[in-house]
């Protein structure tokens, strides 16, 4: 079993700052690619980065140059830096890992969400 936790959401004003963490635990050989997603009320999920286990990045237009993605193999954790925050970023953003268990089981996993709110 493998279990994903995410915290860093929270309420802050446009302009400002925030990181989310997402740590994975439980039954894991190896870990692919790690990514974040949003999704915002009436809206479908949406891919905000990925990293893949070398450290190559990719992000939505809209983030770019504002968000960035990191990970920290030792600790099966991936990391989004939002900076510049806007109240369109508003939403529940999730983290998504493609974890191997084993030489037979691999899968993609989600966190529970965590809410980041954008003041105008």
């Known amino acids: 079993q493998v279990h994903l936790v995410e915290s860093g959401g929270g309420l802050v004003q446009a302009g400002g700052s925030l990181r989310l963490s997402c740590a994975a635990s439980?039954?894991?050989?190896?870990?692919?690619?790690m990514a974040w997603y949003r999704q915002a009320p009436g809206k479908q999920r949406e891919l905000v980065a990925v990293?893949?286990?070398?450290?190559?990045?990719n992000y939505a237009d809209s983030v770019k140059g504002r968000f960035t993605i990191s990970r920290d193999n030792a600790k099966n954790t991936v990391y989004l830096r939002m900076n510049s925050l806007k109240f369109e970023d508003t939403a529940v953003y999730y983290c998504?890992?493609?974890?191997?268990?084993?030489?037979?089981?691999?899968?993609?996993?989600w966190g529970q969400g965590t809410q980041v709110t954008v003041s105008s």
């Open positions: 990293i893949n286990s070398g450290g190559s990045t």
């Open positions: 998504n890992a493609d974890i191997v268990s084993s030489i037979i089981y691999r899968r993609d996993y």
């Open positions: 439980g039954s894991i050989s190896s870990i692919k690619d």
